[in-house]
């Protein structure tokens, strides 16, 4: 499976950005996605997770209520809408499938295919 993750930018503070991820297997409608984030010189962190049928989703408190995760099994696709950036939200961003796990999970290790990342950089 390939993930091929996209939408990443330059947005000044309390702007918006629209992530997706395209996974290349048709397995991806079976399993739960996540997004990860990691920052410089930190470790990669949870921001976001949804299950299977895109019915239940989990968050990071840094992030909750301005993120929102959504998928398209139709499409093989797994989005993340990004609003009220802060500078504190710039970092690579890692879409990440498990084939094993339907609902969402929070840890990496739980994850089994990663996308090569999309950089987000917010301007204060």
């Known amino acids: 499976v390939q993930l091929q993750a996209s939408g990443g930018g330059l947005v000044q503070a309390g702007g918006s950005l629209r992530l997706s991820c395209r996974a290349s297997s048709r397995a991806f409608t079976i399993y739960a996605m996540g997004w990860f984030r990691q920052a410089p010189g930190k470790e990669r962190e949870f921001a976001a997770a949804?299950?299977?049928?895109?019915?239940?989703?989990s968050y990071a408190d840094s992030v909750k209520g301005r993120f929102a995760i959504s998928r398209d099994n139709t499409k093989n696709t797994v989005y993340l809408q990004m609003n009220s950036l802060r500078p504190e939200d710039t970092a690579v961003y890692y879409c990440a499938l498990s084939v094993v796990h339907t609902m969402p999970v929070l840890t990496t290790d739980m994850y089994d295919y990663w996308g090569q990342g999309t950089q987000v950089t917010v301007s204060s």
């Open positions: 949804i299950d299977r049928t895109g019915g239940t989703t």
